[in-house]
């Protein structure tokens, strides 16, 4: 354990975490958008800027990926910091000025107008759904192609993602919405990443349960009975119930 | 043939005096780099390859081809040895008289020779001005080493350090040695090299690799591939001495597509250090293995960033990361990782050989030895120059570039490339070294220099500097990509004349932001263009947005062009070259211009010979 200092309260945390982690613990706010617990810190969306304090010396650092070490001062809300935070989310406002996600985080913080060309974009570029595919998912169907203005969250090639399983891990984590998953009669749909897979149906209601790709992959990482995989959660809760009956009224 | 030890060296080396000394043949020294190779050396070479066949000369003359020795002004050019004559902006056609008269005869031919500014003529290249104000120890050698022989190299001294390193010392003593010189990395970062190392070498994990960023990428910047064009080797035994004292046994050279030359050259010289065995299994006799790849960059300037660099060598993107845990700890493939700039791997030879008290008196208080420019923009001798640390700016510009093209006066001079600023006539006694740039808002950088007269708009190169990095940016984090897009619209809409009183503050505020927030230099430093110019040369912004007036009239939309009817002869040269028909007059009679029908090219401007045509 280490102790370290946020805002002039002393904390002792975990070896080998980070500061954000650290005041997160303590309900210390620090915003964060690229930040989510057990992916990588990838430290892109510049939020979660602290001042830090060692051996005297103050620079600003990100706390998302910011090891913590023993005797380091932190502070979350010094006026550099704010200061910093708000033109950072003011540029943001300017991407994507008509994202409700992001006007909420800007009034949050206290910026209500952004004085810079105004675009609509929904994409923010943290990379969560990037890495929440290649990290947890195991799988890359999408990425970044092109860089600095032209960055953009896809498709290899931009073709319909071989590696996808329709999963939706990215629109999930997405902090603003801008992947969404619609869900058709036959088919999947997450038009962002051009990205269309049929769906399975529960052999009993009829009801869509998953992606097939989806399916497949679970059958592949478990050894679990080939039924479970074409019974919608509703028909299995049921299906348990009517054994249950079944089991008492023998007795 | 293996060079198994160190007097087995000395022996070869000898032997390749003697046999120079030995030697009646006259040498012709091609200076044959991508600058010359671009000003038609290769005609050049060309025609003196027939011409010796011509005139039956094989046996009085040799033809020595090399990299960049530095002028590229006058470039192409040769030299003939033993005289050292220098004959200079050749055609292919002066070749037949240079190997009548000053091969075959002894005569010198005037007309070729190096005139300066009184009108005097220069026989040898080392008496010419652009040369003798230079401390030229890196780049001194070029002249006498064709990057594809070896041996060029060893006689002139190479190998000998690693010979003596290997030899003799200890890696720590190398460590001591290279940190008492006070060498500093030659990237743009400064930080001392030996601390490098050290750190490097005490990081636990194995294996370690030691990396060249030959990644250069700032636009007219081309110290590097002056320098891999012309003297790979040294490079390459800088690189054995830093992975002997840090301990690691595998180097690698990241170098840019776009330097086909340099690549070729380095892939000889990687096979010839290999034959020799200065490369692979037991070097110089010692248990010591290294061996360098070179990797070939894919053309992004972000990955001159060091962990960009590192995860371009890896196969992944060319994007930075965090560098709380630095590069010695975990770099490539997260073991400990040296990286270090061309410039600075090619130092390393030069102190063990002169040792660090000699080395260290070169330079300032923070600063030593020399460093490599290159001189580029409205100065009259560009080329890459070498001078001691602590020279001043005004030295550089005026002493050795000879001061401003077509006698324009001087306006600002660009140092550190993109990431550097813009500093005034006031700052030209400034000292040329790290800090004292730093200081005034610019950069060292990796050494681009750019002069620029007073013909040039402060606020279109910030907006060109702004531009090239909003493209240039990976795109990773917000402030960079964001902040650079939004600087690039506030400036465009100034030069367009839509300016605002506010959009100098907005730019100050962008700038303070990515400068805190951005994830690595790259960011951090892009804001250093529009930061400078704001700074120093803030009246010219206010004109643009005040006045609607660009003072050095390069703006297009806050140009007029008129024609003053005192001064005008009516000869109907503009009047014929307007591609709108923007002008009208008789024959003879003064003519006027269409303001609104102009399109502010210029055309009539640069073709009145009676400066009738006003631009304002």
């Known amino acids: 354990m280490v102790n370290i200092t946020v805002n002039s309260q002393i904390i002792s945390v975990k070896e080998k975490t980070y500061i954000l982690e650290a005041a997160k613990k303590q309900s210390i706010d620090i915003p964060a958008l690229c930040w989510q617990p057990g992916l990588e810190p990838h430290g892109a969306c510049r939020l979660c800027l602290v001042e830090i304090e060692k051996s005297g010396r103050k620079r600003m650092v990100t706390s998302c990926n910011y090891p913590v070490e023993e005797g380091l001062i932190v502070r979350t809300n010094t006026e550099e910091v704010v200061k910093t935070r708000k033109i950072i989310i003011e540029l943001l406002l300017a991407r994507c000025s008509t994202n409700k996600k992001i006007q909420e985080l800007a009034e949050k913080y206290g910026v209500t107008e952004s004085r810079f060309e105004k675009k609509e974009e929904d994409c923010i570029l943290c990379g969560l759904c990037v890495r929440v595919c290649r990290e947890i998912i195991g799988k890359e169907a999408i990425g970044f192609s092109g860089r600095g203005i032209y960055r ?54 009829g009801r869509p349960i998953a992606p097939l790709r989806q399916i497949e992959f679970l059958k592949e990482k478990t050894s679990l009975p080939e039924d479970i995989f074409y019974t919608c959660a509703e028909c299995k809760r049921k299906n348990y119930a009517r054994r249950l009956i079944a089991m008492s009224s023998k007795r | 043939m293996k060079i198994k030890n160190s007097s087995e060296l000395k022996n070869y080396y000898e032997n390749l005096i003697i046999k120079t000394s030995k030697r009646e043949k006259r040498t012709i020294v091609l200076s044959m780099g991508t600058c010359g190779i671009a000003r038609g050396a290769s005609d050049i070479l060309n025609s003196i390859k027939k011409e010796v066949r011509k005139r039956k000369l094989h046996n009085r003359v040799e033809i020595r081809v090399t990299g960049c020795h530095g002028f590229c ?8 040895y033993p005289q050292g004559i220098f004959y200079c902006k050749l055609q292919p056609a002066d070749v037949r008289q240079i190997l009548m008269e000053s091969i075959e005869k002894n005569n010198i031919i005037e007309r070729l020779l190096y005139t300066d500014e009184k009108g005097k003529k220069i026989i040898k290249e080392t008496d010419i001005p652009f040369y003798k104000k230079q401390m030229r120890l890196l780049l001194g050698s070029n002249r006498f080493i064709d990057p594809a022989n070896i041996d060029d190299y060893i006689a002139q001294g190479g190998y000998q350090s690693l010979s003596y390193v290997l030899g003799n010392m200890q890696p720590e003593e190398v460590i001591e040695e290279i940190k008492k010189s006070g060498l500093r990395g030659r990237g743009g970062g400064g930080f001392p090299t030996g601390r490098k190392w050290e750190l490097c070498r005490r990081a636990p994990e194995f294996p370690k690799y030691v990396i060249c960023n030959a990644d250069e990428g700032d636009p007219g910047a081309y110290m590097d591939r002056g320098l891999l064009e012309a003297n790979p080797h040294s490079i390459i035994e800088g690189m054995i001495i830093g992975a002997y004292a840090i301990g690691s046994n595998y180097g690698y050279v990241y170098v840019r597509n776009e330097y086909p030359l340099a690549i070729h050259h380095l892939n000889i010289a990687l096979q010839q250090a290999r034959d020799y065995g200065f490369l692979g ?82 330079g300032t208080e923070t600063s030593k030895g020399t460093k490599i420019f290159s001189l580029v923009g409205k100065i009259k001798n560009s080329g890459l120059i070498e001078v001691p640390m602590g020279i001043t700016l005004k030295q550089i510009v005026f002493d050795i570039g000879g001061g401003i093209a077509n006698s324009k ?34 950069m060292m950088g990796s050494g681009g220099m750019i002069v620029m007269d007073e013909d040039t708009c402060m606020v279109d190169v910030a907006r060109y500097f702004v531009n090239f990095l909003k493209e240039e940016s990976c795109g990773k984090c917000v402030p960079c990509r964001e902040g650079l897009s939004a600087m690039f619209e506030i400036l465009t809409r100034i030069t367009e004349g839509n300016g605002k009183h506010e959009d100098m503050d907005l730019l100050e505020e962008i700038s303070f932001a990515m400068k805190n927030g951005s994830l690595c230099a790259l960011g951090t430093t892009a804001s250093n263009p529009v930061f400078s110019t704001l700074k120093y040369f803030r009246d010219e912004y206010i004109a643009h947005i005040e006045k609607k007036r660009c003072p050095a009239g390069v703006c297009k939309n806050l140009v007029h062009y008129e ?37 502010r090219c210029g055309e009539c401007f640069e073709v009145c010979k009676f400066s009738a045509v006003r631009r304002k």
Not at chain 1, 195 to 205: A, N, R, T
Not at chain 2, 73 to 80: Q, R
Not at chain 2, 409 to 421: D, E, L, M, N, V
């Open chain 2, 281 to 362: 299994d037991d070097i110089m006799g010692k248990d010591f293995y290294f061996d360098i790849e070179m990797v070939k960059g894919g053309g992004a300037f972000v990955c001159g960033e060091s962990t960009a660099l590192i995860a371009s060598i890896e196969g992944k993107p060319g994007e930075p990361r965090a560098k709380y845990i630095h590069t010695v700890e975990a770099g490539l493939y997260g073991k400990p990782t040296n990286i270090n700039n061309v410039e600075t791997w090619a130092n390393v030879p030069l102190v063990i050989k002169n040792g660090w008290q000699r080395y260290s008196k070169i």
């Open chain 2, 73 to 80: 002004e006058v470039e192409p050019f040769l030299i003939i």
């Open chain 2, 563 to 599: 024609i003053m009817s005192d001064a005008c002869r009516g000869c109907g040269a503009c009047l014929k070259i307007c591609p709108v028909s923007a002008i009208q007059g008789e024959k003879k009679k003064p003519h006027s211009i269409d303001d609104t029908k102009c399109i």
């Open chain 1, 152 to 205: 953009k969250v896809t498709s290899p090639f931009e073709q319909p993602p071989q590696e996808c399983i329709g999963c939706g891990s990215c629109a999930f984590l997405c902090p603003t919405g801008a992947i969404k998953i619609e869900n058709g009669l036959n088919m999947r749909k997450i038009a962002e990443i051009n990205c269309e897979i049929p769906l399975v149906f529960c052999q009993y209601c």
């Open chain 2, 409 to 442: 006066r001087f306006k600002a001079i660009q140092t550190g490339g993109p990431s550097g600023g813009c500093l005034p006539e006031a700052h030209l006694d400034l000292p040329v070294d790290f800090d004292s740039l730093s200081e005034a808002g610019s």
